[in-house]
């Protein structure tokens, strides 16, 4: 399998999702602006949201995969096929259960996670009842999860990659039809969850039929708990749920703590989260998604070299695509917010505000992409402490950071914390890997950062100049323009970087990887 070009693949698919979410968040904040209720919705979706990261992309695809890449490698199809029903069966039980709980402790999660709002009743009201709308999100994403984590397994990844756009669409349609319908028009986007996940559970089943590895769910919880398998699963599940549990609750105390600021701040947090999404996910979490199932065959086969080839190959994609990406968020945030949020209700103060978030979370990209390949390093060896004591101290140290940067740069000090606390992350992963042994890095290293470097510079003093030739918040009464101007400064700061780099010796042939099916 060509590894280069089912990250393109894949990241292609992503940018589909992130294109379709910014659309959705674009037509948010223009019908909904940035104030109370709209802090609500973020608020509430942020629960079922981290729980989803928490169990259901984190420590659970992280200790699934793994053992998954193992059964199929080893033990053959049909005991592989009974792990999979096991484990379904048993997450789905479990699943049931945790929603319930969701919806009826909705007001206590709810004054738990956003004190800030028990002053704002109405605020506080509306953010109960769309945390009940959207609990059972949780349920559905879970077992997207682990459809996901089965058909990457498989090789099938754009499925997996397309599902997202599903939610997109629903909350697109949402805003502009069924808002309008609604007493509260808020509630429209916390229906749209709850559709949004449904449909991405309903899209996986196609896919996993034409594998043949649909999971049947059975009404026995206690027998599928038996399965070796299933318990090594959860044996792993609960040092990684440390793990992904550290920096999920440093975004709840975070959000917690922007819900105690001015109102808007966490939807200005939330809005330089959605452009901090697009590098991450589209670098960040394709690579991850590729390299995680690699590097366990890697681990079963035994071959130590090609383990360390996978994450040689993951790095240096990340600098060389997540680096100019990093200058562009530090040079021009205020022109990237004005472009695609500063209109209808959304204000300059909310550019500005939001730009200044952007900045800060921009200032930690590289390490926030970094732990997404450096993780996978040490899950798909299964060794899942290591990083768990890694998450503790980063965890930790980001809330020392918000002591510090809070009380002088407010919300945006909330995203610089999380920012150097992924720097932090990334490098304490790499040095573990080092110490271990793991990965060793391949010849060529010192070069390539002079080169990428010098690249980076004569990138960065283009989009600059371009960039100050431009009015952005003036432009809000041409929106179109605007975003013209801005597609135009992408391509050509782009076009210089890649063509300084192609005269300095880069070739993308040169980062062509292929692995065995």
């Known amino acids: 399998m060509n590894l280069l070009k089912t990250l393109v693949s894949i990241s292609g698919m992503t940018m589909l999702s992130r294109i379709t979410g910014l659309a959705r968040d674009v037509l948010i904040t223009t019908k909904f602006g940035a104030d109370g209720m709209t802090d609500a919705f973020n608020t509430a979706f942020r629960i079922p949201n981290l729980l989803r990261r928490l169990f259901a992309e984190g420590a659970f695809a992280q200790a699934f995969v793994p053992i998954l890449a193992e059964y ?4 053959g199809e049909q005991k592989t096929k009974d792990l999979i029903d096991h484990v379904a069966t048993l997450l789905v039980w479990a699943l049931v259960l945790t929603c319930a709980l969701g919806v009826a402790a909705a007001p206590a999660i709810m004054y738990a996670a956003a004190s800030g709002f028990v002053d704002r009743p109405d605020d506080f009201a509306a953010s109960v009842v769309m945390t009940r709308i959207m609990f059972p999100y949780i349920g559905f994403m879970s077992m997207v999860a682990l459809a996901g984590g089965i058909l990457n397994t498989w090789r099938e990844f754009k499925i997996p990659a397309f599902t997202p756009v599903l939610y997109n669409l629903t909350s697109i349609a949402a805003s502009l039809w069924l808002a309008q319908h609604l007493e509260t028009p808020i509630y429209a986007l916390a229906i749209a969850v709850f559709v949004g996940g449904l449909l991405q559970l309903a899209i996986q089943v196609p896919a996993l039929i034409r594998v043949g590895m649909l999971p049947r769910i059975g009404w026995r919880p206690d027998t599928a708990w038996q399965d070796a398998g299933v318990r090594r699963i959860l044996k792993n599940m609960a040092p990684a749920l440390l793990a992904v549990s550290a920096s999920q609750i440093s975004i709840l105390i975070n959000t917690n703590l922007a819900t105690r600021m001015v109102p808007g701040s966490v939807s ?3 809005s330089a989260d959605r452009l901090m999404e697009f590098p991450t996910a589209i670098l960040g979490v394709a690579l991850g998604t590729i390299l995680l199932p690699g590097l ?8 130590k070299e090609e383990y360390s080839a996978l994450l040689d190959w993951g790095l240096r994609l990340t600098f060389l695509l997540a680096m100019p990406a990093a200058v562009a968020l530090a040079i021009i945030p205020e022109a ?34 970094l732990v997404k390949i450096l993780a996978p390093g040490f899950y798909a060896q299964q060794n899942i402490r290591t990083p768990v004591k890694i998450a503790l101290s980063v965890m930790i140290a980001t809330q020392l950071m918000n002591l510090i940067f809070v009380p002088w740069f407010a919300h945006a000090g909330l995203a610089l914390s999380v920012g150097l606390g992924a720097c932090v ?17 391949r010849a060529g290293w010192l070069p390539f950062f002079i080169k990428l470097a010098a690249a980076l510079l004569i990138m960065a003093a283009t989009c600059s100049w371009i960039s100050d030739q431009f009015p952005w918040l003036e432009m809000k009464s041409t929106p179109y323009l605007r975003a013209m101007i801005m597609c135009g400064l992408v391509l050509i700061s782009a076009g210089v970087y890649f063509a300084a780099l192609g005269i300095m010796g880069f070739r993308f042939k040169d980062f062509r990887k292929t692995t065995k099916a």
Do not use: C
């Open 336 to 369: 990237l917010t004005a472009t695609l949020f500063h209109q209808g209700k959304f204000s300059d103060h909310a550019v500005h505000m939001t730009a200044n978030a952007l900045l800060s979370y921009g200032i930690g990209l590289i390490g926030l992409i």
């Open 72 to 75: 199929k490698t080893q033990q």
């Open 425 to 441: 992350n990334a490098g304490l992963l790499y040095t573990g890997l080092r110490r271990r042994g793991i990965y060793q890095p």
């Open 296 to 303: 366990s065959k890697a681990n079963a086969d035994g071959d």
């Open 268 to 270: 200005w947090l939330a």
